[in-house]
């Protein structure tokens, strides 16, 4: 696991000791993780709200009154969209 990926991510900064730290501490997470998969769940049942399909809204756009106030307000804008830096790294 990426330690240092993961805290640019996150956008923290760890010292070396804080890294051992949390490599040890991901390894932990992962392997119970990985523990789950040989549970039997056979005679589970599933929850009731899995069964039936949501009850969604119609997604409708509508103007806002109040939207070039706060495009307005952006502090580093491209066209009318808030810019920001990237967090997601693909």
Do not use: C, H, R
């Amino acid at each position: 696991m990426d330690i240092e990926k993961i805290a640019k991510l996150a956008a923290i900064s760890l010292g070396d000791e804080e890294k051992k730290k949390f490599q040890n501490e991901f390894k932990k997470i992962i392997e119970w993780i990985s523990s789950l998969k040989e549970l039997d769940t056979s005679d589970v049942k599933p929850f009731p709200y899995t069964q039936k399909p949501l009850d969604l809204s119609n997604d409708i756009p509508q103007d806002f009154a109040k939207k070039n106030l706060i495009i307005k307000n952006f502090t580093n804008k491209e066209y009318d969209f808030l810019k920001v830096k990237k967090v997601i790294d693909i």
